[in-house]
């Protein structure tokens, strides 16, 4: 099949790679030329793991093209996907003006006879694909393509760090839509990502558009109530790396998404949980579990910084800290609402130096604090002189660390980790001061 995906973010080029994987032709189109530049020469935008592979083969075989005219990608595509950002407006809810911008030209380029469907791919509120058929109506007013499009719903639910794997073996395909026309082709378009069983699911867009939220929503939700379980252990003397053992092995509870840590982020949770919200708000309904996950979060984001503080005696002014790992979570250089962030900030407002590392997001970070933090080379560059490391993402590389190393170059033998990496058993042996979340303080007499 010939595709067209507009928006060539994280979405759009992995949706865009793995069409073309499975034999459509698909070209890319975006707005920022010097994206489209780099993709068009072979050079690829993101880290994902397994991308670059399938990225350059199917580029070299012919199937993958990029382009920043939509008027090129569209003319002889079937379908036409909307990769889009939808970000948070003022008041929470998703800003649409990208994707209603982009159905108006779409208005403008559909011609009579010639049917393709138009499927949504971006995280919308629901009401967004009745607001796309009247943004392309109204822009191709008088030209008869009443009858030469459908609008789709199809959310994505790829996670970044293996956004290859989830769209070549999706767990489920939704796809939202009255059509039997688009219903075909799309069931024809998903049919070999779905071999082995797993279901495509056909709905109303209404729900389809809120089946995303919802999935986001209730993820948030697990994380949120653990990080307020943990919150109880350290009150308690629990240990929350049991309770989470204890109560995963029950498969209504299931075991993932069960780890504490400090917050949620990236570019989705935070935005769609807030979207989500604001949908509720508009309808007069008060979705009080979802105000609370978000007041968690914003609390659990700065979860360390009063244990660090507490530890230095309440103040940090001149302190350094090395902060091991940038990216909201690992395998990602996505640095969208990274916690890290949140505890740089706090430091720095505390009159205290940071030195980062972080395996792929030291060049994005480089772009949001140029030279107000440092950077290093490699883990332990970060560490001489340093009176703590902090740990805020799970990278596997920070899992199993040379602890003498770190011993011999940190100014004080003080950990704080963000994710739970280390058994407090070990640390408390080697004679760290070590503290996470949710479990007992390691401190040395
Ligand atoms: P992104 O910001 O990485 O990519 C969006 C791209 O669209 C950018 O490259 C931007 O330049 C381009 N763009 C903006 N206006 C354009 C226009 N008029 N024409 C062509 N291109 C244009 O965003 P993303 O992370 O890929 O997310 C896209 C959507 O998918 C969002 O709604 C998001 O919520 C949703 N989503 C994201 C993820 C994820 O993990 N990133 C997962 C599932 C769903």
Known sequence: MKIAVIGTGYVG????????????????????????????SGTITIYEPGLEKIFLRN????????????GDAVADAQIIFLALPTP???????????????????????????????????????????KVRSAILNSGAGRNIEESFDVVS??????????????????????G???????????????????????????????????????????????????????????????????RRGIGSDDRIGKRFLFPGIGYGGSCFPKDVKALAKTADDINYDFQILDAVMQVNEV?????????????????????????????????DDIREAPAFYMIDALLAEGASVAAFDPEAITNTKQVYGDKISFSSDQYEALPGADALIIATEWNEFRTPDFDKISSLLKTKAIFDGRNLFDP?????????????????????
């Open 13 to 40: 080029l992995v949706t865009g790679t793995c069409f073309a994987e499975t034999g459509n032709t698909v070209t890319c189109v975006d707005v920022d030329k010097t994206k489209i530049d780099k993709l068009s």
């Open 59 to 70: 580029q070299k075989e012919g199937r993958l093209k990029f382009t920043q005219s939509i």
């Open 88 to 130: 948070p407006g003022e008041d929470g809810s998703a800003d649409l003006k990208y994707i209603l911008g982009v159905a108006s030209d779409l208005g403008k380029l559909l011609q009579p006879g010639n049917y393709k469907v138009i499927v949504d791919k971006s995280t919308v509120p629901v009401g967004t694909c009745d």
């Open 154 to 175: 199809n959310p994505e639910f790829l996670r970044e760090g293996v956004a290859v794997d989830d769209f070549m073996k999706p767990d489920r395909v939704v796809i």
């Open 177 to 243: 839509t009255s059509s039997e026309r688009a219903v075909k082709i799309m069931n024809d378009l998903y049919a070999p990502f779905v071999r082995q069983g797993n279901p495509v699911i056909f709905m109303d867009e209404h729900s389809a558009e809120l089946t995303k939220y919802a999935a986001n929503a209730f993820l948030a939700v697990k994380i949120s109530f653990m990080n307020e379980i943990a919150q109880m252990c350290e009150r308690l003397d629990a240990d929350v790396d049991m309770v």
């Open 300 to 332: 659990q984001k700065m979860h360390l910084i009063p244990k660090i503080k507490s530890f230095f005696g309440g103040n940090l002014q001149g302190k350094r800290f090395a902060l091991w790992g940038l990216s909201f979570k690992p395998n990602t």
């Open 425 to 445: 058993a070990q640390l408390k042996n080697a004679g760290f001061h070590y503290e996470s979340v949710g479990r007992k303080a390691v401190k040395q007499n």
